[in-house]
């Protein structure tokens, strides 16, 4: 199976600012990457797929970029409502996995 | 009325079945665009896919479960169902449902969630 490696596991951030996540996958996945959020209580969200593709409702402070093995989500313009868990996730071969998630709280 | 709702019993003894179910809400389970799927999220690990179905009956399984899982599609009830067999304490985890989107490599991604529900296995 593709392994799916995110960084940082959690980070600390304040409205306003801009954050990034990372992914990497342990072999090449080409565009096959997906991102979601998930707030306690609630159902995950699909923020990007395909690398760079918004998902429709989703405001356009979530971007997505990458290819081959390390891809990047970025928020630009933190809001009260985006501090969640972030997890990204391989569509490319072999069963779906998911990266073990990134923590971003309130500085 | 949330678009996929998880349903079935919080604790499970081990060895026995596992069984939930997810109502899709607004009566497109029969629609040929879409798959229906399960993901589950063990506590302190990472979301595991467990499979999905197409509406035709078509089922596609993680080799890591494969062996005892079933995922089936009740259309006359907006439901489809997970069974997983000879349960142990591994598989107490957040189960969700979700509609998979699928992909030109045969795969899939996921637009849209349930919110999950625990399941507990122990005696």
């Known amino acids: 199976d593709i392994q799916m490696t995110q960084s940082p596991s959690s980070l600390s951030a304040s409205v306003g600012d801009r954050v990034t996540i990372t992914c990497r996958a342990s072999?090449?996945?080409?565009?096959?990457l997906n991102w979601y959020q998930h707030i306690p209580g609630k159902a995950p969200k699909l923020l990007i797929f395909t690398a760079s593709s918004l998902q429709s409702g989703v405001p356009s402070r979530f971007s997505g970029s990458g290819s081959g093995t390390d891809f990047t989500l970025t928020i630009s313009g933190l809001q009260p409502e985006d501090f969640a868990t972030y997890y990204c996730q391989q569509s490319d071969s072999g069963p779906p996995t998911f990266g073990g998630g990134t923590r971003v709280d309130i500085k | 009325q949330l678009p996929l709702q998880e349903s079935g019993p919080g604790l499970v003894k081990p060895s026995e079945t596992l069984s939930l179910t997810c109502t899709v809400s607004g009566g497109y389970i029969n629609s040929r665009s879409y798959y229906w799927g399960w993901i589950r999220h063990p506590p302190g690990k990472g979301l595991e896919w467990i499979g999905n179905?197409?509406?035709?009956?078509?089922?596609y399984y993680n080799p890591s479960l494969k062996s005892r899982v079933t995922i089936s599609v009740d259309s006359s009830k907006n439901q489809f169902s997970l069974k997983l067999s000879s349960v142990t304490a591994a598989d107490t985890a957040v189960y969700y449902c979700a509609r998979p989107i699928s992909t030109p490599t045969t795969n899939w991604y996921f637009d849209l969630w349930g919110r999950g529900t625990l399941v507990t296995v122990s005696s």
């Open positions: 179905i197409y509406y035709s009956g078509i089922t």
């Open positions: 072999q090449s996945i080409s565009g096959y």
